[in-house]
């Protein structure tokens, strides 16, 4: 069923991510509410050029560029812009918890071994035991006043399967974690895949698609070690 809606998606292959988003709503084919079968709609922004000179172009959803001569006939034979891409399946979860951490005393977030995730919140003034829930991904945001990444437009972080995998497996081996900010638009990058195993210093903007981002020093990159500092004793990614 084709939809748009509330919602996190995740490529199933990747080694760059975005998580911290401007926008909560999502598009595209969902068989279900969640699900590694959607099928979501291109988000194309200009990225620079090629270096014959060629427009160049990077989609949000799927993570690669658009552009080349193959784009460009694929293009004028179906009157859609759209990346190779665009027919991968997808990780995604519609209308899925969000974390608003200025109503929360704490919030622990852990990965399952089935590839889901846990949350334990701790809500702000209650008496009760915190709230506890399964799902297969989750929103974190804050209505406090406090901007998560000041200077840029990001509404919430979408904690994903792969994004928390990445950043526990990288503590959890002694990687040295970080944060670097694009050059060009300020987003905090994230690394995935093998990008997540071994700490380096060029990264590639999975909100841009720039790749002229250098860390001062070789790391992995996460939103999620940011958020970890910014909110240490409020909130817990494990």
Not at 45 to 60: E, F, L, S, T
Not at 78 to 93: E, F, L, N, T, V
Not at 117 to 126: D, N, Q, T
Not at 181 to 205: E, I, K, M, V, W
């Amino acid at each position: 069923m084709r939809r748009q809606a509330a919602g996190i998606c995740w490529p199933l292959d990747a080694t760059v991510g975005h998580i911290a988003v401007e926008s909560d709503r999502v598009s595209g084919e969902f068989p279900a509410d969640q699900g590694l079968d959607g099928v979501l709609d291109c988000l194309l922004v200009a990225a620079g050029k090629y270096r014959n000179g060629a427009a160049r172009h990077w989609c949000r959803t799927h993570q690669t560029y658009w552009g080349v001569k193959a784009d460009l006939a694929a293009w004028a034979a179906s009157g859609r812009q759209r990346c190779a891409r665009h027919a991968d399946k997808m990780g995604y979860a519609l209308h899925p918890p969000v974390i608003d951490l200025a109503a929360c005393a704490g919030a622990t977030i852990a990965g399952t071994a089935d590839g889901a995730m846990e949350a334990a919140i701790a809500r702000a003034g209650a008496s009760t035991a915190p709230l506890t829930l399964r799902c297969a991904a989750l929103a974190i945001r804050d209505s406090g006043g406090s901007a998560l990444f000041p200077g840029t437009a990001i509404v919430q972080v979408n904690i994903t399967p792969p994004a928390l995998l990445a950043y526990s497996a990288a503590r959890a081996a002694g990687q040295a974690l970080g944060c670097v900010n694009c050059a060009r638009c300020a987003h905090p990058h994230l690394d995935l895949g093998s990008f997540a195993q071994t700490p380096h210093r060029r990264h590639y903007c999975g909100n841009c698609g720039s790749d002229s981002t250098h860390s001062p020093d070789a790391m992995i990159s996460s939103p999620l070690h940011a958020l970890s500092i910014k909110f240490d004793g409020l909130l817990t990614i494990m």
